[in-house]
């Protein structure tokens, strides 16, 4: 639920998002922006059969290889796909925050340089 809320918020913050489509995706939540078409799909889900969980995101993007360079530390990664996240460890909030707001803008980002 964390997640989510961090998700909802950070998509708040940033002008042109607009309302987000919360849905099921392969029975995992997902989150789009279909008003805007501004980003891309970040899905929540259980990480293996651990309590761990990660955030998954469209793997034909760069979106996990620019996390990866920008927090090389601060999270755990899943090849091109996700972001590992410890059920027990103290989040980077403002990183993952800037994670999730790289993905909702995506597409609307994806020609500029970071």
Same mark, same amino acid.
């Not at 008003?35 to 990480?47: F, K, T, V």
């Given at each position: 639920?964390? *997640? #989510? +809320? *961090?998700?909802?918020? =950070?998509?708040?913050? /940033?002008?042109?998002?607009?309302? *987000?489509?919360? =849905? ?6 997902? %989150? !789009? ?8 799909? /970040? #899905?929540?889900? +259980?990480?293996?059969? =651990?309590?761990?969980?990660?955030? %998954? ?10 996390f990866r360079s920008l927090y090389p530390h601060e999270f755990? %990664?899943?090849?091109? +796909?996700? /972001? ?6 103290? !989040?980077?909030?403002?990183?993952? +925050? ?5 993905? !909702?803008? %995506?597409? #609307?980002?994806? #020609?500029?340089? !970071?």
């Amino acid at each position: 639920m964390a *997640l #989510r +809320r *961090l998700i909802f918020e =950070t998509a708040a913050d /940033i002008d042109g998002v607009g309302p *987000l489509e919360e =849905t099921l995706k392969w029975k995992q939540p997902s %989150y !789009l922006t279909v008003a805007s078409g501004s980003g891309s799909a /970040i #899905r929540i889900d +259980r990480l293996g059969d =651990t309590d761990d969980c990660a955030l %998954y995101f469209n793997c034909q993007t760069n979106l996990v290889e620019t996390f990866r360079s920008l927090y090389p530390h601060e999270f755990g %990664y899943g090849g091109n +796909r996700s /972001i590992h996240l410890p059920a027990d460890g103290d !989040l980077s909030e403002p990183a993952l +925050r800037h994670c999730i707001g790289l993905a !909702l803008t %995506y597409h #609307r980002n994806k #020609r500029k340089p !970071l």
